[in-house]
């Protein structure tokens, strides 16, 4: 959310802090109070920006340098003033630019992030034409009167053509997460409609790999965008066939602490430990 920011209470905050060092510098010496100085010139930078750096350090400056020519006697070496004045300056100054080296590469890799996943998007978007295209041809020859043999190869090719579907629509999920470009459509819909309608998507591909799927009956309505749940309960739903063929899935609604979770049970040998 967008917030007011009170410069002035900040100068004002600015002021005091280095007016009150001051002081304490003139009474009590300069090394343990530095310190606090030093501290003051590098937490306003990086709580602020970089024009509060140069306030600051100006400020520091300022006030070492008036307290060198008010206290002379409080000084002791002939390099010790020289060496206040120069760490003041040059401490922030390096500090400086080590993190706008890091900004920087903080924002190539975030900018080559992005490109990636618009090519993914991009990509991905584009294929999904003729892999359409070519699921209706496979249709159509499913329906035409083939012998038993070329019926087995069209089914064959049919399964390695939903992998490839899965694998793009999966590609763009990850590059729409990626580019922080997902904006949630609520809407009020039964989860056992939803629900059944992946179990019957993926009721074939279920049948492929000798797997039932069991779907558990929920009377329940919730507020939830679909198509960003249907996109969670296909992945795992996928997971669950491809990884433990010819076993059992369950799937089904349970109360937690007065909300609705949806479990999806398989017998696959899960992550590993370690991973």
């Given at each position: ?7 002035f209470?900040?100068h004002?905050a600015?002021?005091?802090d ?22 003051i ?55 400086c ?30 294929l ?34 939903s ?31 939803l ?23 929920c ?5 939830i ?11 795992i ?27 999806i ?11």
């Amino acid at each position: 959310l967008p917030c007011h920011v009170n410069t002035f209470r900040r100068h004002a905050a600015l002021m005091a802090d280095c007016i009150c060092i001051t002081y304490f510098l003139a009474i009590d010496g300069i090394w343990p109070m530095y310190i606090l100085l030093f501290w003051i010139t590098i937490g306003n930078w990086l709580r602020y920006d970089y024009k509060k750096m140069a306030i600051c350090v100006i400020l520091s400056s300022v006030i070492i340098v008036l307290l060198i020519w008010i206290f002379p006697y409080r000084l002791t070496g002939p390099f010790l003033p020289f060496t206040l004045i120069l760490t003041t300056i040059l401490a922030p100054a390096y500090l400086c630019s080590l993190l706008v080296q890091i900004r920087r590469a903080t924002d190539a890799a975030t900018a080559a992030t992005l490109a990636k996943s618009r090519l993914l998007a991009q990509a991905s978007h584009d294929l999904r034409q003729p892999i359409h295209a070519i699921g209706l041809f496979t249709d159509s020859l499913l329906d035409a009167q083939l012998g038993q043999e070329e019926r087995r190869m069209v089914e064959n090719i049919d399964k390695s053509l939903s992998s490839v579907t899965r694998l793009f629509q999966s590609l763009l999920d990850v590059s729409i997460i990626d580019s922080g470009q997902i904006n949630p459509r609520m809407e009020t819909i039964s989860i056992n409609q939803l629900l059944r309608e992946i179990v019957q998507r993926n009721s074939k591909a279920a049948e492929w790999a000798k797997s039932d799927i069991h779907l558990v009956q929920c009377s329940h309505y919730v507020r939830i965008d679909p198509n960003l749940l249907t996109t969670m309960v296909q992945n795992i739903i996928s997971n669950a066939i491809k990884y433990a063929p010819g076993q059992p899935i369950l799937i089904g609604c349970r109360h937690r602490k007065g909300k609705l979770a949806i479990e999806i049970w398989d017998r696959g040998n899960g992550i590993s430990e370690e991973h």
